[in-house]
């Protein structure tokens, strides 16, 4: 029995956090107890910081082996008299950390705080049953030993599970049979380098949050965002399976007991490409007393797999689907919430999801293709066109346009990520475009030719009181625009796109196009990563 309990400990994982006893299943009120960090004994303790160390140097050898390789190649260091030795030196190593994990297993086994844990982590696998859960709730460790909460193929059908959701692809230039075979002979190699360059540094550039050692590096800070979560918010961790097999490590702050009007209403949060639901949007909504889900992209924190468009939508997919079936809410009472590259999920929910109430995308754009050519020389525009229509085909404006609900845009005016040139030229943010081609698709009659000049003119301004001065040098009528576009809603079909404008004169398109793009867009002064403040989130406008 003892010789178990070892290997239970020795085979068990990291624990971080005890954030309430076991036996107290829930904390008294928002303000309950709060939780501790795990303490090892002095023998856990230096045995752990050993492997930490070795897990660490690992990750930095694999991150830098195609250097290390060609200066091993080139120092002639990689050839049968030379691997032997390097070989035996790798053997002890690795027999040395063994026994390092072994003495790690014992210092568990005789840590009655650790035993406990490890006690209710088996109970738990065996016997899912809610309390067990709730105990092992209290703890925070490895995720990737939490039991599943909920599978995507409990509710869909899982014959479609290894092809995954549907996502827009790029419409194919018509070739005939001859053409083709030859096209796909040329463009051979470009295909391979593409393939090598996205799953290399390509995709760790434009998500480097699935990096290793940064997530090791910012640990700390996401420990104490969860446990933030968990113990002032009374938040829920769970585990979630999407139909690829992804597991999605996701946080629920369940507001409808509070009483308040806006905690029957759930914020779904999508992060940026380095940003976490332990320390990312989930606070604004949180801040204003909504219910909230919060999800890490795939290879983020918790999650597994890596971040790919298709991964991407998988997970976002499962998310919705745990909010439904599982949390109870209707697609009507949801808000999707986005930051930056989280826009492209958002985009993707709303638009397979059409029931959804809104969405709102903060510092977000229409399309990667412009900012990836932005970042690589120009010589390479070919190849980064192919990579992104390929691999990354991030067309958040595409997927918007689809959307027929509410909408809100939320621009930084210093945004320093999502521009073309420079912060200083607010023309060149990329959530300028968004909100053209939004509103070119809705309202083709009233964004001519002299709609998106003016539009363009407001879109100019860098703050408030330009912006102000535009849209009063107009006269733009508020109360007129908006019987216009109601009368409009009255008399005709509802769907977009609208032919309103379509007998107005060009004084009347101007005033409707600069009421639509205020509606539809917000400036906030400040730069790309800069939280957003609860006052700065508003529900999208409705009609």
Not at 24 to 30: A, D, I, L, V
Not at 219 to 244: H, N, T, Y
Not at 261 to 280: M, S, W
Request: proline share 6%; with cysteine; hydrophobic share 35%.
């Amino acid at each position: 029995m003892a010789g178990w309990m070892w290997l239970r400990c020795l085979l068990g994982p990291h624990l971080q956090r005890v954030h309430r006893p076991p036996e107290q299943s829930r904390p008294e009120g928002r303000t309950g107890r709060r939780g501790w960090n795990y303490q090892p004994k002095s023998l856990e303790k230096h045995t752990d910081s050993i492997i930490g160390w070795a897990s660490a140097l690992w990750s930095l050898s694999y991150y830098s082996s195609p250097l290390l390789l060609c200066y091993l190649y080139r120092k002639g260091y990689i050839c049968s008299s030379k691997l032997v030795p390097v070989s035996q030196y790798v053997g002890t190593v690795v027999v040395f950390l063994l026994g390092v994990a072994c003495l790690r297993g014992w210092g568990r086994w005789k840590n009655s705080e650790y035993l406990q844990f490890i006690s209710i982590l088996e109970e738990t696998r065996k016997n899912h049953t809610p309390a067990n859960k709730k105990k092992l709730s209290c703890y925070d460790f490895d995720f990737s030993y939490w039991p599943a909460d909920f599978r995507w193929t409990e509710f869909s059908n899982p014959k479609l599970s290894k092809a995954g959701v549907s996502l827009l692809k790029p419409e194919p230039r018509l070739r005939g049979a001859a053409d083709n075979v030859l096209h796909s002979v040329r463009t051979l190699p470009c295909h391979v380098i593409s393939f090598l360059i996205v799953h290399s540094f390509g995709r760790r550039m434009l998500y480097p949050g699935s990096v290793g050692l940064l997530q090791k590096a910012m640990r700390p800070m996401l420990q104490q965002g969860l446990a933030r979560l968990i113990e002032e918010f009374d938040g829920q961790r769970k585990k979630l399976v999407a139909c690829d097999g992804n597991e999605i490590d996701t946080m629920y702050v369940d507001r409808r007991s509070d009483g308040g009007q806006n905690g029957k209403t759930l914020v779904i949060c999508c992060e940026g490409n380095a940003g976490f639901y332990e320390v990312g949007c989930m606070n604004t909504p949180l801040e204003g007393g909504y219910s909230v889900l919060g999800w890490n992209h795939p290879g983020f924190g918790g999650s597994t797999g890596v971040p790919f468009p298709q991964n991407e939508a998988n997970a976002m997919d499962v998310v919705i689907q745990f909010a439904v079936h599982n949390l109870g809410f209707q697609l009507s009472d949801i808000i999707i919430y986005a930051w930056s590259i989280g826009g492209f999920t958002a985009s993707w929910a709303v638009m397979s999801y059409p029931e959804i109430r809104s969405v709102v995308l903060d510092a977000s754009f229409d399309d990667l293709l412009p900012l990836a050519l932005k970042v690589m020389p120009d010589s390479w525009r070919p190849l980064v066109q192919h990579t992104v229509r390929q691999y990354m085909n991030l067309n958040n404006a595409e997927q918007l346009c689809k959307y027929q609900g509410p909408v809100l845009l939320i621009r930084r005016t210093k945004d320093e990520i999502i521009t073309t040139t420079g912060p200083e030229d607010i023309m060149s943010n990329r959530g300028n475009d968004l909100l053209l081609k939004l509103l070119q698709f809705r309202y083709p009659k009233v964004m001519t030719d002299e709609g998106i000049r003016v539009v363009r003119q407001w879109l100019g301004a860098s703050n408030h009181i330009e912006e102000a001065s535009v849209y009063s040098g107009y006269e733009v009528d508020d109360d007129w625009c908006v019987s216009v576009l109601q009368s409009y809603q009255t008399d005709r079909d509802t769907f977009f796109p609208w032919s309103v404008g379509e007998d107005m004169t060009l004084e009347g398109r101007r005033q409707l196009a600069l009421f639509l793009a205020r509606k539809y867009m917000r400036n906030f002064e400040t730069t790309h990563c800069t939280p957003l403040p609860y006052s700065e989130f508003h529900t999208p406008w409705r009609l």
